[in-house]
């Protein structure tokens, strides 16, 4: 069964601090990888995907293969950055079902 | 360019009640899907519809839900009759059927069930 580990539900940061969510994925073959963030008041949208391997907003997330790991990073927080994260993984294939984690509330204090 | 569109944003209705929420999704999508969030939980899948036809729908719960998407445009999804564990944020999410698989995701209905 496929499945997304978000371990932290709440983390919070200092202004100027790197930050990293944690994101494991357990898939039965090769999955495509997802960060997606809802910012206050506003819907869903996606952050990044790993087969893309851009960066954006400043934030990049590196998948690791042999630890099953997708973790978001960026090296200095902003106030902006403050949101729920949510790691999701799909088929490679496309146009499939998103399988999300719990999310993580990151909150940047100023 | 409008985005998804869901209808309505808040829905509270009494257990036993029945309730249709409706997506919009971007023109041109072929794909359509629908999560729900329960309280505390992940966001999850419950159907897909490619144009008209269920492409999958192994995530919906049971049969007090019924989606249908109408001509391959906007879709309803149906509880009858509501339970309370039925409350939560219900999205729906559109892509296209060719280029990179990004969904798009609507505001959410926030269903309440007392």
């Known amino acids: 069964a496929q499945r997304v580990t978000q371990p932290e539900k709440l983390l919070s940061v200092f202004k100027g601090a790197p930050v990293e969510l944690k994101c494991n994925y357990s898939?039965?073959?090769?999955?495509?990888l997802f960060w997606y963030v809802q910012y206050s008041r506003q819907r869903l949208q996606l952050l990044l995907r790993h087969i893309s391997r851009e960066s954006i907003k400043g934030f990049t997330a590196d998948l690791n293969k042999g630890e099953t790991s997708f973790h978001l990073k960026k090296p200095f927080a902003q106030e902006e950055d403050s949101a729920m994260y949510y790691c999701a993984l799909s088929s490679i294939f496309g146009n499939e079902k998103l399988t999300f984690g719990t999310g993580t509330r990151l909150t940047i204090i100023p | 360019e409008a985005g998804v569109t869901q209808f309505p944003s808040h829905s509270v209705i009494e257990k036993g009640q029945t309730v249709t929420l409706r997506c919009d999704p971007i023109?041109?999508?072929?794909?359509l899907y629908w999560y729900r969030r329960v309280m505390g939980k992940e966001i999850k899948f419950l159907l897909h519809f490619v144009k008209e036809s269920k492409q999958d729908e192994s995530g919906m719960p049971n049969n007090r839900f019924l989606a249908e998407r109408t001509g391959g445009t906007y879709s309803t999804l149906k509880v009858q009759p509501a339970e309370l564990e039925d409350s939560g944020v219900y999205f729906c999410?559109?892509?296209?059927?060719?280029?990179?698989?990004?969904?798009?995701f609507g505001p959410g209905t926030r269903l309440t069930v007392l």
């Open positions: 023109s041109g999508h072929d794909n």
């Open positions: 898939y039965s073959g090769s999955p495509e």
């Open positions: 999410a559109s892509s296209p059927s060719s280029g990179y698989n990004e969904q798009f």
